[in-house]
T-cell receptor, first 112, second 113 residues
Framework: GENVEQHPSTLSVQEGDSAVIKCTYS??????FPWYKQELGKGPQLIID?????GEKKDQRIAVTLNKTAKHFSLHITETQPEDSAVYFC???????????FGSGTKLNVKP | DVKVTQSSRYLVKRTGEKVFLECVQD?????MFWYRQDPGLGLRLIYF???????EKGDIPEGYSVSREKKERFSLILESASTNQTSMYLC????????????FGPGTRLTVT
């Protein structure tokens, strides 16, 4: 089955700096790559996603890039703010029953 | 807004007890999922359902079963709880097979003693 690896496991940045989280996947059939943010005591919430026919997608301070050849995708957060502090999960989905395979998570700490 | 609710936020059970975790979604979604979340392991799929009375095993189904008698409700059952089932359990739903976004509930923190 699909295997998703995520790095780093923890990331600490100063407010205003950029943060980058990287994921790799193994199954070339994967065609959808969402990123979820989980705040303390809450369930994960989708923040951005990208499909396999697109190389990059941006939404304000958040961007995701996808390299299908290398089978890796990354989350970029610019101008980080304390409220960006959370655990972030990447996932890859193969086109069958919408099954997601999640990375192990990155705990992002933005220091004021 | 899509709402996925889970019956309990915190649950403490004894080894050997039968445990029911309930999940309800209010947006008429076809697909529903149960995950467990453990530190350093991310979210792992236990079971999912793509229609009423239909179920499929995920990646870690051992020790669990599920029930989906109504479209909006998906139950996770631990037939005989064990300490290694202490975890955070997350329910999710999505609209259709071809629709991608999964909406998550707040989670149930289960402790088995």
């Amino acid at each position: 089955g699909e295997n998703v690896e995520q790095h780093p496991s923890t990331l600490s940045v100063q407010e205003g700096d950029s943060a980058v989280i990287k994921c790799t996947y193994s199954d070339s059939a994967s065609n959808y790559f969402p990123w979820y943010k989980q705040e303390l005591g809450k369930g994960p919430q989708l923040i951005i996603d990208i499909r396999s026919n697109v190389g990059e997608k941006k939404d304000q301070r958040i961007a995701v890039t996808l390299n299908k050849t290398a089978k890796h995708f990354s989350l970029h957060i610019t101008e980080t703010q304390p409220e960006d502090s959370a655990v972030y999960f990447c996932a890859a989905s193969i086109p069958h029953f919408n099954k997601f395979y999640f990375g192990s998570g990155t705990k992002l700490n933005v220091k004021p | 807004d899509v709402k996925v609710t889970q019956s309990s936020r915190y649950l403490v059970k004894r080894t050997g007890e039968k445990v029911f975790l309930e999940c309800v979604q209010d947006m008429d979604h076809e697909n529903m999922f149960w995950y467990r979340q453990d530190p350093g392991l991310g979210l792992r799929l236990i079971y999912f359902s793509y229609d009423v009375k239909m179920k499929e095993k995920g990646d870690i189904p051992e020790g669990y079963s599920v029930s989906r008698e109504k479209k909006e409700r998906f139950s996770l059952i631990l037939e005989s709880a064990s300490t290694n089932q202490t975890s955070m359990y997350l329910c999710a739903s999505s609209l259709q097979i071809s629709s991608y976004e999964q909406y998550f509930g707040p989670g149930t923190r289960l402790t088995v003693t």
